[in-house]
């Protein structure tokens, strides 16, 4: 089935910087998502980005489907921003359908 | 607000007892998704529902079962309780399976 890969795991930013996440996928993907989980553990939608870029405020991400791999970007990182980054993408087998987490980037922006 | 709604939002209960789960999935989203997070833990897709019938299982216990109703909404029974099933449960809605789910905001589950 399909692997999803996140790095860093890891993150830790000072208030202000700007920083890139990286999801690479193992096969061909129908969909790619990028979720914020908020020390609350609230999944929140960031992203639904099969392939190229969207960008919302501060935080854009890009989809290369053809090489496997998702970008997010953060800039001017907030103490809010910090949390878990999750990457996710579905796996489809015989119509079923699931949706495959990374084990996520855990970011801390410090003040 | 996702549209998902989860309830109930904590819970704690003993070792060897039964609980329920319930999701209301968005307006309009037939495909339910149900993710088990542990302390520290990536998330475990647990099953998949489509339209009231299950569509996929993941590392779902068999102390543990699905369903979804016909209004679409569905519950999680987990059974005979353990220590080790404290966590986060999501539930999570799409229109379909390849469309964007988006996830409710978690029962989280306390057993002691």
């Known amino acids: 089935g399909i692997q999803v890969e996140q790095s860093p795991p890891d993150l830790i930013l000072q208030e202000g910087a700007n920083s890139t996440l990286r999801c690479n996928f193992s096969?061909?993907?129908?969909?790619l998502q990028w979720f914020h989980q908020n020390p609350w553990g609230q999944l929140i939608n960031l992203f639904y980005?099969?392939?190229g870029t969207k960008q919302n405020g501060r935080l854009s991400a890009t989809t290369v489907a053809t090489e496997r791999y998702s970008l997010l970007y953060i800039s001017s990182s907030q103490t809010t921003d910090s949390g878990v980054y999750f990457c996710?993408?579905?796996?489809?087998?015989?119509?079923?359908?699931?949706?495959?987490f990374g084990k996520g980037t855990k970011l801390t922006v410090n003040p | 607000d996702s549209g998902v709604t989860q309830t109930p939002k904590h819970l704690i209960t003993a070792t060897g007892q039964r609980v329920t789960l319930r999701c209301s999935p968005r307006?309009?989203?037939?495909?339910v998704y149900w993710y088990q997070q542990s302390l520290d833990q990536g998330l475990q897709f647990l099953i998949q529902y489509y339209n009231g019938e299950e569509r996929a299982k993941g590392n779902i216990l068999e102390r543990f079962s699905a369903q979804q109703f016909p209004d679409l909404h569905s519950e999680l029974n987990l059974s005979s309780l353990e220590l080790g099933d404290s966590a986060l449960y999501f539930c999570a809605s799409s229109v379909v399976g390849r469309s964007e789910a988006f996830f409710g905001q978690g029962t989280r589950l306390t057993v002691v």
């Open positions: 096969d061909s993907v129908n969909n």
């Open positions: 980005i099969p392939s």
């Open positions: 307006s309009g989203d037939l495909s």
């Open positions: 996710a993408s579905t796996l489809s087998q015989g119509g079923s359908e699931k949706l495959v």
